[in-house]
């Protein structure tokens, strides 16, 4: 399975803003669950905000009302805007495109660093 790639993270300050995108896996199926999750280290990987193929959205406590998942299906892509950033939002951000068993397929992961 080819791995979906990520872009958008980088460095920014607290209370900043970043957009993630993440180039979906073209799987012939509409029928999909797109997430993205995050990793800091020391700490076990979390699910941040889900979007299904009927518009649904849900999000980590965490991150609701700070962060918008989103899809644009005509470009195949998801994004991920992120809000008034702080520390505890630092990780690597993972974006996958679930499709079913054997259509589920994952990013490496984009660094996401909050620091003043």
């Known amino acids: 399975q080819v791995p979906l790639v990520e872009s958008g993270g980088g460095l920014v300050r607290p209370g900043g803003s970043l957009r993630l995108s993440c180039a979906a896996s073209?799987?012939?199926?509409?029928?999909?669950?797109m997430s993205w999750y995050r990793q800091a280290p020391g700490k076990e990987r979390e699910l941040v905000a889900t979007?299904?193929?009927?518009?649904?959205?849900k999000y980590a406590d965490s991150v609701r009302g700070r962060f918008g998942i989103s899809v644009d299906n005509a470009e195949n892509r998801m994004f991920l805007q992120m809000n008034n950033l702080n520390t505890n939002d630092a990780a690597v951000y993972y974006c996958?495109?679930?499709?079913?068993?054997?259509?589920?397929?994952w990013g490496q992961g984009t660094q996401v660093t909050v620091s003043s």
């Open positions: 073209g799987s012939a199926s509409s029928v999909y669950v």
């Open positions: 996958r495109d679930y499709r079913g068993e054997k259509n589920d397929y």
């Open positions: 979007i299904t193929s009927g518009g649904t959205t």
